[in-house]
C-alpha cells in the first residue's frame, strides 16, 4: 500500500463521489438541523470546512479531519438564531495510544415554546421543540499523508408530545496532495435511517456527498478553503451541483490572531429576495489563540433577513 501513488488516491476519493450520486437520491429530508454550521470559524468560513485541520469541529463535516489533531482539544459554541431559535455544539478530540484519535460531538437546537390552540381556538398552553445529534468518531492515518475516518451518530427530535430517533454513519477521506500547499479530500455524512418515524412514513435523512480542497498559497500567511456539497441533490446536469459551494479565506494577521471572509453561493441565491440579495452569502469573523485556549467569532449575513452571531471558545490540553 505504500506504493499508492496520488492518482489512485484522488481516483478513489472521485469514484466515492460518483458511486453516492448514482445511488443515493435525495428529496424532502428529516433532520435538517444536522446541516447546521456549529462553530464560529466554521461561519465565518462561509461552511467551506471540509480540509479544516487540527480542529475537534472536523467531526462534524469530515471524520478524517480527527486524524489531523496534534493534542486533546475541547470546543463549545453557541448560536443565537433568528425567532429565538438558540443552538449549540461540543466537540472533544484525543488520542488512544496505539489506536489513533477518537472524537465525540454533540450538536443541538432549540426552537423555543410555541403556543398550543384547540380547534375553536382556545388557549391549550404551550409546547415545546428541539433536537440533537450525538456523535462518536475515530480517524487515523491509512498510508502516508492520506488519513480516514468514520462517524457514528444518534439523533433524536421532538415535536411537542411527538418524537423521532434516527442513527446515521459518515466517511471522510483526507489527502496531503502536496504538503504543506494542498490538501484534498470528500465526505459522505448523514447516511443512516429513521428508527421511529415523527407519524408513520420514514423520512430520508440529509445525506451529503461533498468534496473540497485547502489551499496553502506560497509566501502569503493565509489558507483558501473551497467546498463542493449537497452532490446527491437532484439536478438537470451535473454543471448544477457546482452552484453548491462555499469558499472561505483565513489570514494570520497576527502571531495570535486569524481574520476570516467567507462566501457561500447556495445561501445567496437562497436569500436573493426581489432584485437583490444584499450581504446574503457573505460572512466574517475572526479568532483569537494561544497555546492553551481560542475563542472565536462568526457573523452570518441573511440579507434582508437579518444576520446570525456565533461565539465559541477551545481548549488545548497536552
Known amino acids: 500500500m505504500k506504493n499508492l501513488n496520488s492518482k489512485k488516491i484522488i481516483g478513489t476519493i472521485v469514484l466515492l463521489v460518483t458511486l453516492s450520486i448514482s445511488v443515493f437520491g435525495q428529496g424532502n429530508t428529516v433532520y435538517e438541523f444536522l446541516r447546521n454550521e456549529p462553530s464560529a470559524r466554521v461561519a465565518a468560513l462561509g461552511g467551506s ?8 469541529n472536523t467531526i462534524f463535516y469530515n471524520p478524517a479531519g480527527i486524524a489531523t489533531l496534534s493534542s486533546t482539544k475541547l470546543s463549545i459554541g453557541f448560536m443565537k438564531h433568528l425567532l429565538d431559535i ?3 455544539f461540543l466537540s472533544y478530540g ?39 445529534a450525538f456523535i462518536l468518531g475515530y480517524g487515523a492515518e491509512l498510508i502516508e499523508n492520506l488519513n480516514y475516518g468514520v462517524n457514528a451518530k444518534f439523533i433524536y427530535s421532538s415535536i411537542a408530545e411527538v418524537n423521532s430517533s434516527g442513527a446515521a454513519l459518515d466517511f471522510g477521506l483526507s489527502y496531503f496532495a502536496i504538503p504543506r ?54 439536478e438537470q446536469n451535473f454543471i448544477d451541483h457546482l452552484k453548491h459551494f462555499s469558499i472561505g479565506v483565513e489570514f494570520l494577521a497576527s502571531p495570535n490572531f ?58 488545548r490540553f497536552e
Do not use: W
Not at 488512544?96 to 432549540?110: F, P, T
Not at 447556495?266 to 469573523?285: D, I, K, N, P
Not at 467569532?297 to 452571531?309: M, Q
Open 49 to 56: 470546512f471540509l480540509m479544516a485541520s487540527d480542529d475537534p
Open 86 to 88: 438558540n443552538a449549540g
Open 94 to 132: 484525543m488520542e488512544l495510544k496505539d489506536i489513533g484519535m477518537i472524537g465525540a460531538g454533540v450538536k443541538y437546537i432549540n426552537y423555543g415554546d410555541f403556543k398550543r390552540t384547540g380547534e375553536e381556538g382556545q388557549d391549550l398552553g404551550t409546547f415545546k421543540a428541539g433536537e440533537f
Open 181 to 234: 500547499m494542498l490538501h484534498v479530500g470528500a465526505s459522505v455524512t448523514n447516511l443512516g435511517t429513521q428508527f421511529d418515524p415523527y407519524m408513520n412514513t420514514r423520512e430520508k435523512l440529509p445525506l451529503d456527498v461533498a468534496v473540497g480542497a485547502a489551499v496553502y498559497p506560497e509566501h502569503l500567511p493565509a489558507i483558501v478553503f473551497i467546498d463542493f456539497h449537497k452532490l446527491t441533490e437532484s
Open 258 to 315: 486569524q481574520l476570516r471572509v467567507g462566501y457561500n453561493n447556495e445561501r445567496r441565491q437562497e436569500l436573493e429576495l426581489g432584485q437583490t440579495a444584499g450581504m446574503a452569502g457573505f460572512s466574517v469573523g475572526g479568532g483569537f489563540f494561544n497555546d492553551m485556549y481560542n475563542v472565536d467569532y462568526g457573523f452570518t449575513s441573511l440579507g434582508k433577513i437579518g444576520a446570525i452571531h456565533r461565539i465559541n471558545i477551545g481548549f
